[in-house]
């Protein structure tokens, strides 16, 4: 990405990086007074322009920061999205969700739709209904065009000090508290009214996002649930919080949400099983330790300190594997799997604990009579490869991967998945065509050409493979100055 790119998106990037807490003014409680503050920066940025800044950042955040490629969690966090955005009103364009591996707790959006989660907003969310309220309030922000609104007002006021700048923009995705100490030191003036700017935006999308999380059939009380927990952690001066230290989350705040939440009237909802699964996935794969995690779940099961027994039980069979006490967690798999044969977080770990058991055939066998049904979803999708992959059917696994990518041409792990099928293969023009495309994901265009240049030198006579190739890196060259044009 050259410097001016860099320049331009930062600058928008910081006024629009708008997190879950912020101060808020009184605003009346009937949805038809809503202000639309958002909606009338079309003159601003164009929503082709927003899409291809967006995407170039979600490039770029792929290659530096803690994003997680789990096809388990992804699924859950985009499905959550998608039943949001249905709901949504001036829905331009389709989101992507994804989470960061940081246990603070944080969410954002930027450009195109692109809305981020830290891992610890699941892992400390009361309920789906509070984890839902956070994505309704970042999908508000896009949705009104906030992003495109904040770059205008700060077209109107005195310009950053970009050399401050520049190296927190991925660090205030990432690492909100050293993103801001980067942000700070710039100029306290523009920052200051970037401040008194997105008070407005969190004030909207914390009513739109209630009434979007209401016709979506979720708990609207969600909402002031969670900023009390924030603002009683925040008090506490919990280590995870520290970005509430510069945002906290006032009392008018919860208040307000309260009092909005109530128009919509008492919604018994029940507790989500899926939920709780991820919650257990998270903390068993990505936090703590083996041997903490093992106390941690095996005192839930035990003392039955637990909401769903399957999702106490899921943590504990995870655990065990990451201790590599493969039989144990076997045991607890099968258990959960004989009253749910469905069940995909069940499956993707089973799958785990058999190739480790140097198995891959059984996983093969598990898994496709569910794939031929769905040979679409990912997560049944990419644990058959990669079981075919160690079970050096290399072929089989290559077409899943192939035809997952026609779905989804950004899906991450299938272009990892293949490079190693083509590497175990000797198809080394494949394989460098692959790693094209990763590096591309990555925003790494000069690397992707290079891997093509590669690709190119292992063509031999093959003259429409040739002109594939070099089709390809016309593309990457394209994208190169399509951007540096922005």
């Known amino acids: ?16 990086l708008i997190p879950i807490i912020g101060n808020t003014q009184s605003i009346d409680s009937n949805k038809n007074q809503l ?11 164009t929503i082709d322009k927003e899409l291809l800044i967006g995407d170039a950042m979600m490039r770029q955040l792929r290659g530096q920061a803690p994003v997680i490629h789990d096809p388990v969690i992804n699924e859950y966090i985009q499905d959550l999205g998608n039943r949001l955005v249905i709901e949504a009103d001036n829905a331009k364009f389709p989101f992507s969700f994804f989470m960061l591996n940081n246990s603070t707790i944080n969410a954002f959006a930027f450009f195109g739709g ?10 400390q969310a009361g309920s789906e209904s509070e984890l839902a309220s956070v994505f309704a309030h970042e999908v508000a922000h896009v949705t009104q065009r906030h992003l495109a609104r904040a770059s205008q007002a700060q077209k109107r006021g005195a310009p950053l000090q970009i050399a401050s700048l520049i190296g927190g923009i991925l660090l205030a995705m990432a690492n909100p508290e050293a993103g801001i100490a980067a942000i ?5 003036g523009a920052a200051q009214s970037r401040i008194n700017y997105t008070r407005n935006m969190e004030q909207e999308a914390d009513n739109i996002g209630i009434s979007m999380l209401a016709r979506a059939g979720f708990d609207p009380a969600g909402a002031p649930a969670f900023f009390s927990t924030l603002a009683q952690q925040s008090r506490g001066q919990s280590n995870q919080l520290e970005f509430l230290r510069t945002h906290p989350v006032p009392e008018n705040r919860i208040s307000e949400t309260r009092a909005r939440a109530a128009t919509y009237g008492i919604r018994n909802v029940p507790e989500s099983l899926t939920f709780h699964l991820v919650k257990s996935r998270i903390i068993a794969r990505y936090e703590g330790n083996p041997l903490r995690n093992l106390n941690y779940f095996g005192y839930q099961v035990q003392e039955k300190k637990y909401i769903f027994r399957e999702a106490a039980l899921y943590g504990l069979a995870l655990s065990y594997f990451e201790s590599e006490q493969y039989a144990s967690a076997s045991q607890i798999l099968t258990e959960l799997l004989s009253n749910d044969t469905e069940n995909l977080f069940y499956l993707d770990a089973m799958t785990d604990v ?12 598990m898994l496709t009579p569910l794939w031929r049904f769905k040979p679409q979803n990912q997560v049944l999708a990419l644990n058959l490869a990669n079981a075919m992959i160690k ?3 290399y072929p089989e696994a290559i077409q899943i991967l192939r035809d997952l990518l026609l779905v989804d041409p950004e899906q991450y792990l299938s272009y990892s998945l293949l490079i190693d099928a083509y590497i175990a293969t000797g198809q080394k023009r494949q394989m460098y065509r692959a790693s094209a495309e990763r590096f591309a994901l990555l925003l790494a265009y000069p690397k992707a050409i290079d891997e093509l240049q590669f690709a190119y030198n292992e063509t031999g006579m093959d ?24």
Do not use: W, Y
Not at 114 to 120: A, L, P
């Open 184 to 188: 700070s030191a710039g100029n306290a």
């Open 354 to 365: 058999l190739i480790a058991q140097q198995n891959p055939k059984a996983a093969i066998e």
């Open 1 to 16: 990405m050259s410097m001016n790119l860099i320049k331009k998106a930062f600058i928008a990037f910081t006024c629009f």
């Open 463 to 486: 003259f429409l493979e040739k002109q594939r190739i070099q089709a390809r890196i016309e593309q990457f060259r394209n994208e190169i100055e399509t951007l540096e044009r922005l």
């Open 114 to 123: 692109h809305i981020g989660i830290h891992s610890g907003l699941i892992t």
């Open 35 to 45: 202000p639309e503050i958002g909606v009338v920066a079309s003159d601003t940025l």
């Open 391 to 393: 079970a050096e059917q």
